[in-house]
Nanobody, 126 residues
């Protein structure tokens, strides 16, 4: 069974930084694409960033481009999201997701993301 566990969320002031981690187990980590999504109160879940297992290509939402960086350590089965220059509008629950086609998958940047972690809360506020 696929398991994804996020960590690293918290409260940070505007302009600050956080690094989120996603520890994966239960599948061959080299196979799927891994992504980060977020959901703010009252809003739909949206894609933030993802990384391809095939060639390491990275993709970002326009709203975070230049501020967030995704990376993966296959030896540790972990994906990271470095978030810099955080803004209040980045406040959300951040979810790690793995490529999987299910009835409620989210299609983003060419992949169906259907395995989800429980999320970690990021609050950007002064």
């Amino acid at each position: 069974e696929v398991q994804l566990v996020e960590s690293g969320g918290g409260l940070v002031q505007p302009g600050g930084s956080l690094r989120l981690s996603c520890a994966a187990s239960g599948f061959t980590f080299d196979d799927p694409a891994i992504g980060w999504f977020r959901q703010a109160p009252g809003k739909e879940r949206e894609g933030v960033s993802c990384i391809s297992s095939r060639d390491g290509s990275t993709y970002y939402a326009d709203s975070v481009k230049g501020r967030f960086t995704i990376s993966r350590d296959n030896a540790k089965n972990t994906v990271y999201l470095q978030m810099d220059s955080l803004k209040p509008e980045d406040t959300a629950v951040y979810y790690c997701a793995a490529e999987k086609t299910t009835s409620d998958s989210i299609f983003w940047k060419g992949w169906y993301f259907g395995s989800w972690g429980k999320g970690t809360l990021v609050t950007v506020s002064s």
